[in-house]
């Protein structure tokens, strides 16, 4: 059974994720990928026009929000993050913040969108209870996050190289399922590969969106060239490249409220 409730470091996550904000949008391109599902998946239901994009980052989808005439409420715990938004211009309001604790009214927006930002909290339904909560009733949640699975193959390497661990453990969909049951919703699972012909520039798309940062504990082992071959070696190929698995969990919240 998985732990719901972690402990994260907001503030170190805050740091990894505002240091990545300026080369974000170049190398995220899987969060663009999930992000435009998550869209399409909102664009079925006739939605108001105040949206709150949490876990905004450099507010790629929030400037896809406005584009569309909906007013938009930006919000990241990463101040790096909010500034490089607001210097895009792609939102309506900007707020420093954390998901798990929304400094919002009740029932203030008609959409909540959040692409990719939840496997960062500490607690899954404490998190979907603030959306829930800022959510007027008739409103739509719609979330998606990452699902253990993810990052397998570079996991698999790792347990062949040292005993330490390297990757954050992801809820498992049936967690994350779990997490939803206290509303109406549904949770669509889909399964995204990417492919490096290097190992370098795979480990270094990793820590430019952030995924690098663990939960728990640090990261162990300066990457020299050595590690890096013996990792390399130890790495699953698939003709001749390396394959980057990721499950991703989309929900679906109807605020009958
Ligand atoms: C992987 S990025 C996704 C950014 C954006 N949603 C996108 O689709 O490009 C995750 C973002 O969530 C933010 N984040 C992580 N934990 C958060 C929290 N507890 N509250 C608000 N934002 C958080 C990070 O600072 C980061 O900008």
Redesign the pocket.
């Known amino acids: 059974m998985d732990r719901v409730v972690k402990s994260?470091d907001?503030q170190a996550?805050?740091g990894a994720?505002?240091r990545a904000a300026s080369k974000?949008?170049t190398v995220?391109k899987l969060?663009?990928q999930?992000?435009e599902y998550l869209m399409a998946l909102a664009q079925v239901e006739n939605i108001g026009m105040r949206v709150l994009?949490?876990?905004?980052?450099?507010?790629?989808?929030s400037a896809r929000w406005k584009q569309q005439g909906k007013q938009v409420i930006a919000?990241?715990?990463?101040s790096g993050?909010l500034s490089h938004a607001k210097g895009q211009q792609v939102a309506d309001y900007y707020l420093q913040?954390?998901?798990?604790h929304l400094g919002l009214a009740d029932n203030s927006v008609d959409l909540c969108f959040?692409?990719?930002?939840?496997q960062?909290?500490n607690d899954l339904p404490c998190?979907l209870r603030e959306f829930y909560r800022v959510t007027r009733p008739g409103g739509l949640i719609v979330f998606s996050t990452l699902a253990q699975g993810s990052l397998n193959e570079l996991e698999a390497a790792w347990e062949r190289v040292d005993d330490y661990r390297h990757i954050n453990q992801f809820l498992s969909l049936g967690t994350i399922t779990q997490a939803c049951q206290p509303y109406r919703y549904k949770v669509i699972n889909r399964e995204y590969h990417q492919h490096y012909s290097q190992l370098l520039p795979l480990l270094n798309s990793l820590k430019r969106?952030?995924?690098t940062h663990l939960h728990h504990g640090r990261q162990q082992g300066l990457m020299t060239r050595k590690r890096l071959n013996i990792l390399a070696e130890a790495y699953p190929r698939n003709n001749g490249n390396y394959p980057l698995s990721y499950q991703i969990a989309f929900g679906v919240i109807y605020c009958d409220k």
């Open positions: 994260v907001k996550i805050a994720f505002g974000y949008d995220a969060q663009q999930t992000g994009d949490a876990g905004c980052g450099t507010g790629f989808f919000l990241d715990l990463a993050m913040g954390d998901i798990e959040s692409n990719l930002a939840v960062w909290c998190a969106i952030g995924a």
